[in-house]
């Protein structure tokens, strides 16, 4: 790889997602590519295309992204389980793809920051609900 970011650590220290950009993504589904590593220096495991803001969840099972639809009236997360399972995708309802996510400490909600006409603004979503604004755009 040529242009790897780590985006997050799990809370035991045992894996870490990369970004990847670049030459080395020549050719693949997007431009930025989602990669799962274990630290003991196995291989990098490609978990996503097309997505961006990855954030572990404390249990370290689950992988948040936000889906890069390249389309702004329309966003999404996906769950991306880290042992083999289909993905879950959940819709937001918001514009503009994500620039960061994270995980509340009860692993239920989310945290989202939106940019829509050149303003940010954060959201929380639960699992199962819509996103609530808690911050004014700024």
Same mark, same amino acid.
């Given at each position: ?34 990669? *799962?590593?274990?630290?003991?220096? @196995? $291989?990098?495991? !490609?978990? #996503? ?8 969840? %404390? ?30 995708? *959940?819709?937001?309802?918001?514009? @503009? $793809?994500?620039? !960061?996510? #994270? ?8 945290? %989202? ?26």
């Amino acid at each position: 790889m040529d242009w790897s970011t780590i985006s997050d650590f799990s809370a035991d220290g045992t894996l870490i997602t990369l970004d990847e950009s670049g030459d080395a993504t020549e050719g693949a589904e997007g431009e930025s590519l989602v990669y *799962i590593r274990k630290t003991d220096g @196995s $291989p990098a495991v !490609r978990m #996503a295309a097309k997505s961006s803001a990855r954030a572990l969840s %404390r249990d370290g099972k689950l992988l948040l992204t936000a889906v890069d639809e390249q389309n702004d009236t329309k966003s999404a997360f996906e769950l991306l389980p880290i042992r083999p399972s289909a993905p879950i995708r *959940i819709e937001t309802g918001l514009q @503009s $793809p994500s620039t !960061r996510v #994270a995980w509340l400490p009860q692993q239920t909600d989310r945290l %989202r920051e939106t940019r829509q006409g050149g303003k940010l603004r954060t959201w929380v979503q639960a699992l199962d609900g819509k996103p609530q604004p808690i911050t004014a755009r700024r």
